[in-house]
């Protein structure tokens, strides 16, 4: 049972120290309770009541790791409905599927596609992480040889699938130096995968039909010692899936029900054969609490903009994403090459680093720092005003490092040409486009 706020602050040192960021061991404790506090920010709890708090402070959704060729992948830990609650923390696993009823070229052909899919976006690589190996036809021998492949041409994170465990027995131990999950752990073979997993020590993917069932599973499961499993009540129907993943999620947090405590997963790649509707279906999951999204086509085109919308939804809400203020060189400049400014809102930065870049047009990128607003939000906010940038332009160097005298400024920033100029009296100030994919035309017209 999860305890209560005042349960926890009876075993708080009630010393006010402030040291956990909030004013009070008593909001320590409710913020705890609520799961928007880690226990590890108070300092000084004693190991008593820490082994007691460990329930009380634990997750509601319990994380699961998965390793990669290098690095480990993380699904779960999430302490809210909503993102702008608190943030989300580790985002949908995106996973194509393998199964041995696949020819080896098509096989081959997946796994190479799989490698393609990496994209550099405000600094961070988006990319899928998960393949799935499923068996088709019980063939133990053809499933390991599977498994070995993907270990062997593909630095993925990998569950594999069979509902016959001396089936996933071989395939585990092939793939056994990047620690897969195994599954699928269903009421008919609960016993031989739960000890399965429970030897190897392994994630499991248990799957129900329906709640109860579910619940009745993975109550079995942790029964059996069993902590890191991730759950599927079943339904490959999008209205029915959606609110699975609604209700387990809610269940999971608010009364704290842990036999749903834990990441889901959700197969696209089962509900349609249209590679269209099957990410409109990933995206919905996506959006809506999916652990690990599984996609039959890993197309370019249908997986980049999952990508993107799970890169948008994983985001911290209450930290904006900023780029450190400074000169940024594009493309080498020299003493006579353009100078332009903008905010550290991140993505303003990348775009227009972007645009610049491909120009070709080598160019002085001042970035001021507007705490990440972008220019418009920044300008309405008086962040991004004349005497702001002018200070910020005297300031930074840029004129030891440029003989240019001539400042270029967002388009969307216009009414500040006017307080610029006179506050910088030896430059000559020129409104740029408004619109990023106009700077290239803009800059070789200089
Ligand atoms: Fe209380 Fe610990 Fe927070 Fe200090 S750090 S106020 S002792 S909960």
Request: charged residues 25%.
């Amino acid at each position: 049972m999860a305890l209560t706020g005042i349960e926890i602050f009876k075993m708080l040192p009630k010393t006010n120290c402030k040291e956990c960021g909030l004013p009070t061991c008593l909001a320590f404790a409710m913020a705890l309770a609520t799961g928007k506090a880690e226990l590890d920010a108070c300092p000084y709890v004693s190991d008593e009541a820490k082994e007691k708090l460990a329930e009380a402070s634990a997750p509601p959704i319990r994380p699961i790791k998965f390793g990669m060729k290098e690095g480990v992948k993380a699904i779960g830990g999430e302490t809210v409905m909503f993102r702008h609650e608190k943030t989300f923390f580790n985002p949908t696993i995106i996973a194509g599927l393998l199964t041995t009823a696949m020819s080896d070229a098509d096989v081959d052909a997946k796994i190479a596609q799989f490698g393609k899919l990496q994209y550099d976006r405000v600094g961070l690589l988006l990319r899928p992480e998960m393949l799935v190996v499923k068996d088709a036809n019980g063939d133990a021998g053809k499933f390991a040889a599977l498994a070995k492949k993907v270990v062997d041409n593909s630095d993925a994170a990998m569950l594999l699938v069979s509902d016959q465990a001396e089936v996933v027995k071989a395939g585990a131990e092939a793939a056994k130096d990047r620690k897969p999950a195994i599954g699928v752990a269903t009421d008919a073979n609960a016993d031989a995968m739960g000890a399965l997993a429970k030897e190897l020590g392994l994630p499991l993917y248990a799957k129900a039909d329906g709640y109860d069932a579910l619940a009745d599973l993975t109550t079995k499961l942790t029964g059996m010692g069993l902590k890191d499993l991730i759950i599927d009540a079943g339904s490959r129907d999008l209205k029915q899936a959606l609110q699975d993943q609604i209700v387990i999620r809610r269940a999971a947090l608010v009364p704290k029900f842990r036999p749903f405590g834990f990441p889901t997963l959700t197969c696209p790649a089962e509900m349609t054969d249209d590679p269209m509707m099957e990410k409109l279906y990933a995206s919905v999951f996506i959006a809506k609490y999916g652990g690990i999204v599984v996609l039959n086509d890993i197309s370019a085109e249908g997986v980049f903009p999952l990508l993107l919308e799970r890169l948008n939804i994983y985001t911290d809400p209450q930290k904006p994403m900023i780029i450190t203020p400074g000169i940024y060189e594009i493309g080498n400049p020299g003493p006579d090459s353009p100078v332009a400014v903008t905010t550290n809102f991140a993505l303003t930065y990348f775009i227009v680093s972007g645009e610049i870049e491909g120009s070709k047009v080598p160019t002085w990128l001042l970035i001021q720092d507007t705490e990440g607003l972008s220019v418009m939000t920044a300008w309405a906010a008086g962040k991004f005003s004349g005497d702001s940038v002018a200070m910020f332009v005297k300031k930074c160097g840029i004129t030891e490092k440029a003989k240019t005298r001539t400042l270029i400024i967002p388009g969307y920033s216009a009414g500040i040409s006017g307080d610029l100029e006179e506050e910088l009296p030896d430059w000559k100030v020129l409104i740029g486009p408004r619109e990023a994919s106009h700077i290239p035309a803009f800059l070789k017209s200089l």
